[in-house]
T-cell receptor, first 113, second 115 residues
Framework: KAGVTQTPRYLIKTRGQQVTLSCSPI?????VSWYQQTPGQGLQFLFE???????NKGNFPGRFSGRQFSNSRSEMNVSTLELGDSALYLC????????????FGQGTRLTVV | AQTVTQSQPEMSVQEAETVTLSCTYD???????LFWYKQPPSRQMILVIR??????QNATENRFSVNFQKAAKSFSLKISDSQLGDAAMYFC????????????FGTGTRLKVLA
């Protein structure tokens, strides 16, 4: 079956702009979580959505937001981009029952110039 | 707050040899999950092995096994018969037993496999 799909794979944006990243989970998975990966900070949890509700949130400013649709697809949005937002953004999906592991997508590489 | 520490930024192993990657963590919870993920240059995180804290038996998956020491809060990964395809970043991760999928990751260990 198809894995977790993240689009786009690469993105270049200018400071001050906003960006939307998309994640399509594995069919049947209801939980989608997002992570930011940078060389300096490593992998950091952004937020998790389950059945269209945000279930958990990491320690990121309000410029980072997300949502989940009824088909479990999720988007994350970053407004007023800063140079420090340049990172690999990873999405992970799972059934959501808590007893199974999450499956990761290949990520979106965001570069802010 | 939970933390995960990987003290080895980089490790090298000769092909066909055995290597052990270290991980320590801190939590006040008694039940939780621990994972090792592999991230090759393709960037996709791939699950290598997982351990439930309430299980005393160490998990094994083919050439991969863990040494889980709950009291010491230690969770090392042993790779036997190392192959060139094992070269990647390896991340140790912690997750609570509750339904949320918030992983706490270590900083990673880059494993090089020498032919």
């Amino acid at each position: 079956k198809a894995g977790v799909t993240q689009t786009p794979r690469y993105l270049i944006k200018t400071r001050g702009q906003q960006v939307t990243l998309s994640c399509s989970p594995i069919s049947g998975h209801r939980s989608v979580s997002w992570y930011q990966q940078t060389p300096g900070q490593g992998l950091q949890f952004l937020f998790e959505y389950f059945s269209e509700t945000q279930r958990n949130k990491g320690n990121f400013p309000g410029r980072f937001s997300g949502r989940q649709f009824s088909n479990s697809r999720s988007e994350m949005n970053v407004s007023t981009l800063e140079l420090g937002d340049s990172a690999l953004y990873l999405c992970a999906s799972s059934r959501g029952g808590g007893d199974t592991e999450a499956f990761f997508g290949q990520g979106t590489r965001l570069t802010v110039v | 707050a939970q933390t995960v520490t990987q003290s080895q930024p980089e490790m090298s192993v000769q092909e066909a040899e055995t290597v052990t990657l270290s991980c320590t963590y801190d939590t006040s919870e008694s039940d939780y999950y621990l994972f090792w993920y592999k991230q090759p240059p393709s960037r996709q995180m791939i699950l290598v092995i997982r351990q439930e804290a309430y299980k005393q038996q160490n998990a094994t998956e083919n050439r991969f096994s863990v040494n889980f020491q709950k009291a010491a809060k230690s969770f090392s990964l042993k790779i036997s018969d190392s192959q060139l395809g094992d070269a990647a970043m390896y991340f140790c991760a912690y997750r609570e037993l509750s339904g949320t999928y918030k992983y706490i990751f270590g900083t990673g260990t880059r494993l090089k496999v020498l032919a």
